[in-house]
């Protein structure tokens, strides 16, 4: 069992910054795939970006490739997503995602924990 706690969000205006962090339980961190996906009103949750077991292969949607990066540090058992350049397209509640696999999803159907989300308002 692994649970996710988000923290991170906030009000920004368009064009600024924010990280994102995602910390999860218990001692086999490393064995999981993480991402990041995103929730606005009236929208399907889609994916954003995931990061393999160890950080060495990660995927972005066309929509945030170039602004969003992601990062782990298993060490502390946490997920970042640093977002820069930020839109007011990106408003929406952020949740990261846990799967116990070498391999990276985008598929949301696959991820088998979730944290409750955080919230990410951007003004324009």
């Known amino acids: 069992q692994v649970q996710l706690v988000e923290s991170g969000g906030g009000l920004v205006q368009a064009g600024g910054s924010l990280r994102l962090s995602c910390a999860a339980s218990?001692?086999?961190?490393?064995?999981?795939?993480m991402g990041w996906f995103r929730q606005a009103p009236g929208k399907e949750r889609e994916f954003v970006t995931t990061i393999s077991w160890n950080g060495g292969n990660t995927y972005y949607s066309d929509s945030v490739k170039g602004r969003f990066t992601i990062s782990r540090d298993n060490a502390k058992n946490t997920v970042y997503l640093q977002m820069n350049s930020l839109k007011p397209e990106d408003t929406a509640v952020y949740y990261c995602?846990?799967?116990?696999?070498?391999?990276?999803?985008?598929?949301?159907?696959?991820?088998?924990?979730w944290g409750q989300g955080t919230q990410v308002t951007v003004s324009s």
């Open positions: 995602a846990a799967k116990r696999t070498i391999l990276v999803f985008t598929d949301r159907s696959a991820y088998d924990y």
């Open positions: 218990g001692r086999t961190f490393s064995s999981y795939a």
